[in-house]
Structures are given as structure tokens and as C-alpha cells.
């Protein structure tokens, strides 16, 4: 287990879905082995496996059915340390009636829509979205930003300088290009780097707003190894620093990449080098504060 100064890493991002409880438009049998349910004591057994002390949820369907599928584990484990549900954000009211209801959950932490999923560019910026992200702010919830490379990343920015009091959660650094090598002047590789340099722009863009956060998380691939993380999370770290920068394992996308040890492998390689407050921040602290987990 990395060293976070005397107490366990804290998984800023793990997902849990019941295939009876909400449809997860997004997931199919194109899928393999995700393509099934996935348990709370599936999750307990990785994370004591890799030394992690616990967990943050994640929606993964934009629906109450899977928001409430994750406050009821959580009310049930331990290891449960917080939930980052969905909200109906483009309909006030619904906005407010749910978020009475998520509030009632001491370990409701935050909110989260899949931008990626839904087709409506412009989604950050409706009148009614931006009506219930000031009220998120109002009550000192963050809000996660789903995989918003290409098309979010520069609105997320947007957001995060017109509404300054709400803190904006960048998950999965945006979901950088990878940088493909090859032989210096090759097409592939000039693209490759073209692209990675853009959304490195837009990253430090985004980091230039004090309340917007990012998660290391979510960048594992085929070829997911130290080198392949590196360029991203060397990107990330000089952007934010480290206090701003938060580890999620982003289990069970992880066992395409070879399971949820050997990921946290190479999330604690690339932390292994900075001092220990850094590893603190990125390993445990900057997730604890910025959902205001309770520890204890």
C-alpha cells in the first residue's frame, strides 16, 4: 500500500450498478465482461486486496432508481465513504425536490450527469442547468464533470468562472488523447501530439479557476502501463498541483486493463516520486475534502 502519511488511500471514483435496477443505456454486451452486475462485496474484496481504506460511488445512469441503488450501500457498508448521484439539472424543480430527498443521506456528497451520453452540447450552459448548479454551490456540493474531452472541457471552464463558489470535479482528467509514438515527423504521431496539446491547454484553462479539482482516474486502456499514464498525470500535476488532484480507480471499467490491483499499481508508480504531503493530497486528502468525507 502507498504511504498517505499513517491512513489508507481513499478511491475518489468506484462504480456499482444492479442491471435490475436502471437500464445503463450505455452498457451492452459489446461490452464483455462488464456487461453485468456489480456487487458491493465484489468491491469490498479489490479494495482490501490493494490496501485501500474506501470509496466514493459514482452514479453510473442518469436516474433516481441508481442514485437510490447507491445510498442504500452506502447506508449499508462501511467502506462506503460517499455517493455522487444525479440530478434532473435541466428541470429546477425536480432539482430541488431530489436534492431534499439525496440531502436526507449523510453520505450523499455529490452530483454527477454523463455530458458524454447526453446530445445536447450546450447542456452546461442552459439556463435551467446553470439554475441548479448555483443551487449545488448554495448547499457546498460539488459537481462532477463526465468525460468532457472534446466537447465539455473549455464549457466546464466556462462554468467554473460564472458560477466561482461551485466546485467543478474534473473526472478522469477529461479523458486526455493519448500520445501515440512513432517515428519523429509521422503523421500518427504529429496528430497524436497536436491533440494531446490541445487538451493540455484546455486542462490548464480549467485550472486556473481555484474550486475546479481533477481525478486521476479513468485513463487506463489496452496498453494502460506508467509510461502511457505519465504524460497525462505529468500534465495534470503542473496544471493543478497536487492538493487539487484526487486518485479514483474507476473500478470495474479497470478489469479491461488488468483489474483493480495492477491499475492501483501503476496509479501508486506514478505518485511514488513526489513527497508525501503530494501523495497524501492525491491519494486520500484532496478527496476528503472535497466531498467533506467523514473519516473518523
Do not use: C
Amino acid at each position: 500500500m502507498t504511504d498517505t502519511g499513517g491512513r489508507g488511500p481513499i478511491d475518489a471514483h468506484l462504480h456499482l450498478w444492479d442491471l435490475a435496477v436502471s437500464d445503463y443505456a450505455w452498457l451492452g454486451p459489446q461490452h464483455g465482461d462488464l456487461f453485468r452486475s456489480w456487487t458491493a462485496g465484489e468491491a469490498a474484496v479489490e479494495l482490501v486486496g490493494a490496501g485501500v481504506a474506501g470509496a466514493v460511488l459514482v452514479q453510473a445512469e442518469d436516474s433516481r432508481a441508481d442514485t437510490r441503488h447507491l445510498l442504500r450501500i452506502a447506508a449499508e457498508q462501511e467502506w462506503v465513504l460517499g455517493v455522487v448521484g444525479w440530478l434532473q439539472l435541466d428541470n429546477i424543480a425536480a432539482t430541488a425536490h431530489d436534492l431534499d430527498e439525496w440531502a436526507a443521506h449523510p453520505k450523499f456528497v455529490g452530483v454527477r450527469h454523463l455530458l458524454n451520453d447526453d446530445p445536447r452540447a450546450d447542456f452546461l450552459e442552459l439556463p435551467a442547468v446553470r439554475a441548479g448548479l448555483a443551487e449545488l454551490a448554495r448547499r457546498g456540493l460539488p459537481f462532477d464533470v463526465h468525460d468532457a474531452w472534446p466537447r465539455h472541457l473549455d464549457r466546464a471552464a466556462a462554468l467554473a468562472g460564472d458560477l466561482p463558489e461551485l466546485t467543478v470535479v474534473l473526472d478522469h482528467l477529461g479523458k486526455p488523447p493519448p500520445r501515440v509514438g512513432g517515428p519523429a515527423g509521422a503523421a500518427g504521431a504529429a496528430e497524436s501530439a497536436a491533440e494531446f496539446d490541445d487538451w493540455r491547454a484546455a486542462l490548464t484553462r480549467l485550472a486556473r479557476h481555484p474550486l475546479a479539482v481533477a481525478k486521476v482516474s479513468g485513463l487506463q486502456g489496452p496498453a494502460f502501463s506508467v509510461d502511457t499514464a505519465r504524460p497525462a498525470f505529468d500534465a495534470a500535476l503542473e496544471a493543478f498541483g497536487a492538493d487539487r488532484l484526487m486518485w479514483g480507480g474507476d473500478w470495474p471499467l479497470t478489469v479491461q486493463a488488468g483489474g483493480y490491483g495492477p491499475a492501483f499499481a501503476v496509479y501508486s508508480a506514478l505518485v511514488a516520486e513526489l513527497s508525501p504531503t503530494e501523495r497524501h493530497s492525491i491519494l486520500r486528502g484532496t478527496a476528503t475534502r472535497v466531498y467533506r468525507l467523514s473519516t473518523d
